[in-house]
C-alpha cells in the first residue's frame, strides 16, 4: 500500500486534528510511559495537553538521543546553484512573480564557493535550486555533483522531484542524500498554496522520497514548512511518513527537519505563528516516536536558540549558510530564499558546539564505501 493510500484510508487531516486537541494530560502521561509509540501516543505528545510535561518529554528524547547518536552534531552547508523558478509557491523568495534578481551559478562559479566552503572544512554539501529544468537540468546538475566531488565526500540535493531514473542517474554520478520537504501535507492547503507551476502536483512531490530511496540513495530528509497549516497535525503526518519509509526503505537513513517561515521576498504572512516552544515539543515528539531518525535544525533559526536546544534530540546543524546563489564569494548578497537568522562562521559555531560539550562532525561518509560494496 502506498502512503498516498494509506492516509485516505487511516488518518483524515480533521479527525487527526480533533483527537490531538482532545487529550490530557493522563494521556500524554500513559503515552511516556510506554515502551513502544504508537501513532496515537505520537499524537497525544504533539498535543496541547503536552506542553505540561515538556520536561519529562526532554529527558526522555534527551536519553534516547544520547544512546542512539552520542554528543555528536553532522556539519553541512548548502551552495545555492540557482534562483530561477517557474513556481508560484506563495511562502517562496523564488516564486517566479517576486522581483529579485535571478542567477543561475555558472560551473566556474560553483567550483568558486566549493572552494570557499570546503576550506571553512566542510565536507557535507547540500546543493539546492529552484524549479527551473530548462536551466538547471540533468546535464547541469552532474556537472555540478563532478565538480564538488572534488571537495565534498557528501553530496545532497535540495531541488525539484525527479523520477526514479533520475535520481538513480544522479546517485551513480556521486549523490547520497536527498532533502524533499512537503511543505503541506494537508492536500487542500498544498493547492492554495502552490496556486501555479509543476510544484501543483501534491502526489508527485509526495512520494519523492520514496523514489530517491528506491534509486539507491542513501540519506533522505522529510519535512513540512512549519506556518502553512495547524502545526501540530502537520508534524503527525510528517512523522507518519517518516514511520512508513522507515519501514518500507530500510536500507535507507531518514532525517526529519522542522523549517519555520522566515522573511523572504513577497513578504507572505504564516497561516499560523510557531513559537520557540512549539518547535521544540514536535521535535521532542518525533525523537521519541522514531527514535533512530535524524533531526536537523538550520540556520533557519537564531544562534541562542540552536545552542540551547542541543541537548534535545538535534543531529544534524547547517553552519556559515548564504541562501542565495554565489553567496560564498560575491559580497553583493541579493536573490537570496529567505533571511539566515544564525550567521556566526563555521569556526564560530565548531568552536561553540566544542564548548558545550558536543562533538562537531564534519565528514561521516566517502564514497569509497559506496565503491566497496559494489
Known amino acids: 500500500m502506498s502512503f498516498y493510500k494509506m492516509l485516505q484510508e487511516k488518518f483524515t487531516w480533521d479527525r487527526i486534528k480533533d483527537f490531538i486537541y482532545s ?12 515502551p513502544e509509540k504508537s501513532a496515537e ?32 552534531i553532522k556539519l553541512y552547508a548548502p551552495i545555492y546553484l540557482s534562483n530561477e523558478c517557474t513556481n508560484s509557491c506563495v511562502y517562496c523568495g523564488f516564486n517566479r512573480k517576486n522581483d529579485i534578481e535571478r542567477k543561475t551559478l555558472s560551473f566556474s562559479e560553483i567550483e568558486k564557493e566549493a572552494t570557499i566552503i570546503s576550506s571553512q572544512g ?8 529552484g524549479e527551473s529544468p530548462n536551466v538547471v537540468n540533468m546535464e547541469y546538475l552532474k556537472e555540478a555533483v563532478n565538480i564538488c566531488r572534488k571537495y565534498f565526500s557528501s553530496i545532497s540535493i535540495e531541488i525539484y522531484p525527479l523520477s ?14 536527498l532533502t524533499i520537504y512537503q511543505e503541506t501535507y ?26 530517491g530511496a528506491s534509486a539507491g540513495i542513501r ?12 502545526f501540530r497535525t502537520e508534524e503527525f503526518f510528517v512523522g507518519m511518513h517518516a514511520d512508513y519509509l522507515m519501514k518500507n526503505y530500510w536500507k535507507t537513513h531518514f532525517t526529519i527537519s522542522f523549517p519555520r517561515i522566515r522573511k523572504a521576498a513577497g513578504n507572505f504572512t504564516p497561516h499560523q505563528f510557531i513559537s520557540d516552544k512549539n518547535l521544540v515539543q514536535c521535535m521532542l515528539a518525533l525523537r521519541i516516536f522514531k527514535n533512530d531518525a535524524g533531526l536537523v535544525i538550520s540556520t533557519r533559526e537564531p544562534a541562542d536558540f540552536r545552542d540551547n536546544i542541543l541537548p534535545l534530540g538535534v543531529t544534524q546543524m547547517s553552519a556559515g549558510s548564504k541562501t542565495e546563489p554565489g553567496g560564498y564569494h560575491n559580497e553583493k548578497h ?9 550567521d556566526r562562521s563555521v569556526a564560530e559555531f565548531v568552536q561553540s558546539l ?3 560539550g558536543f562533538d562537531p562532525v564534519n565528514k561521516d561518509w566517502d564514497r569509497a564505501f559506496l565503491n566497496t560494496a559494489s
Open 219 to 230: 540519506t533522505v530528509g522529510i519535512g513540512a514548512l512549519m506556518g502553512l497549516e495547524d
Open 122 to 129: 566542510i565536507r557535507h554539501i547540500l546543493l539546492v535550486s
Open 41 to 72: 501516543d505520537f499524537a497525544t505528545l504533539l498535543s496541547p495537553a503536552a506542553e505540561n510535561l515538556l520536561e519529562e518529554m526532554a529527558s526522555t528524547a534527551s536519553k534516547i538521543t544520547r544512546q542512539r547518536f552520542g554528543k555528536t
Open 354 to 356: 566544542k564548548d558545550k
Open 334 to 342: 541579493t536573490g537570496e530564499q529567505f533571511e539566515v537568522e544564525d
Open 23 to 34: 487529550r490530557e494530560s493522563i494521556h500524554v502521561k500513559n503515552a511516556l510511559s510506554k
Open 164 to 177: 526514479e531514473k533520475n535520481y538513480y542517474e544522479l546517485y551513480k554520478e556521486g549523490v547520497d542524500g
Open 186 to 211: 494537508n492536500e487542500k492547503t498544498y493547492s492554495q498554496v502552490h496556486p501555479a507551476g509543476k510544484k501543483r502536483n501534491y502526489l508527485w512531490r509526495l512520494e519523492s522520497p520514496e523514489r
